[in-house]
């Protein structure tokens, strides 16, 4: 089901992306309708997805190299070309903010575990294999699930303006927001059903990303202060305090000097 929501999101948020390029080239490459504030437009566009590549980029670089220092669930000992594709697909699921539920599943559910609650039954004559797999509190699934969201604040900047200043020269050009078309505005009418087709995805992608932001946002400082709390318990085994360390440098930066000050036992 998570597969099948995220897989749904992504195609949504590709459709969109292609149809808005697509909108904008058209228009740029009409003589009737280019003009330099519509090719400002789409350099706006472009920038602002290059952006949004870009900090997909660092935070997949950033987790591959938490993953080297600390444990090493990646396989790198192998040829460029398959770690240029290890570093194309950490982008990629950052882009489309693919959960970690569903990126490293086959970790998560691993059984040599210490600290993560963690069920398997089933298999052989059993039928097939089944996992339960469990969080502390919602507000560290939240986190881990939605931490992505981050690389798409530029794309939701970048998409008001976008929308607001495309309606606007359209307005003018072809009358997108009349119901009744006049006869020399009927050749335009591909392009007013495009810019609506537009116009929806982006007012329902920007509702979309706005909600998950702010759920992302409480569920952080929430996880945040109990994260503390547990790295300042001095009864936390080893293994426990490794995984909390890990997800601390992963979510909320290096480990502050309040934080553990005692060293872990040999």
């Not at 309708?33 to 437009?41: C, G, K, Q």
């Not at 004559?125 to 981050?150: A, C, Q, W």
């Not at 050009?173 to 537009?198: A, H, N, Q």
């Amino acid at each position: 089901m998570k597969l099948c929501e995220v897989l749904a999101r992504s195609s949504c948020t590709a459709f969109y992306n292609i149809a808005m390029l697509n909108l904008l080239s058209e228009i740029v490459s009409t003589k009737a309708l280019a003009s330099s504030f519509d090719t400002y437009i789409l350099g706006l566009f472009i920038i602002s997805r290059c952006l949004w590549v870009y900090i997909a980029h660092r935070r997949a670089q950033r987790a591959l190299i938490l993953d080297w220092h600390d444990k090493g669930e990646y396989v790198t000992n192998v040829g460029f070309f398959a770690r240029l594709d290890l570093m194309i697909s950490l982008t990629v699921v950052e882009m489309f903010l693919i959960p970690r539920m569903v990126r490293d599943v086959v970790s998560l559910l691993h059984p040599d575990k210490r600290c993560h609650p963690f069920a398997a039954f089933g298999g052989k004559l059993y039928g097939p294999r089944s996992f339960i797999l469990g969080f502390p509190n919602k507000d560290m699934y939240t986190t881990e699930s939605l931490h992505g969201i981050v690389s798409q604040v530029p794309i939701l900047i970048a998409d008001v303006v976008l929308i607001a200043s495309l309606c606007w020269t359209l307005s003018a050009k072809i009358g997108l927001f009349y119901f009744s078309i006049p006869e020399d505005r009927e050749r335009w009418l591909w392009c007013r059903c495009m810019t609506w087709l537009v116009l929806v995805l982006t007012v329902v992608n920007f509702v979309l990303k706005v909600v998950l932001f702010r759920r992302y946002l409480k569920a952080r400082g929430r996880y945040r202060a109990w994260l503390k709390v547990k790295l300042n318990d001095p009864t936390q085994p080893d293994a426990c305090r490794r995984a909390l360390r890990k997800a601390w440098r992963v979510y909320f930066g290096e480990l502050s000097q309040i934080l553990v000050q005692e060293p872990l036992s040999p």
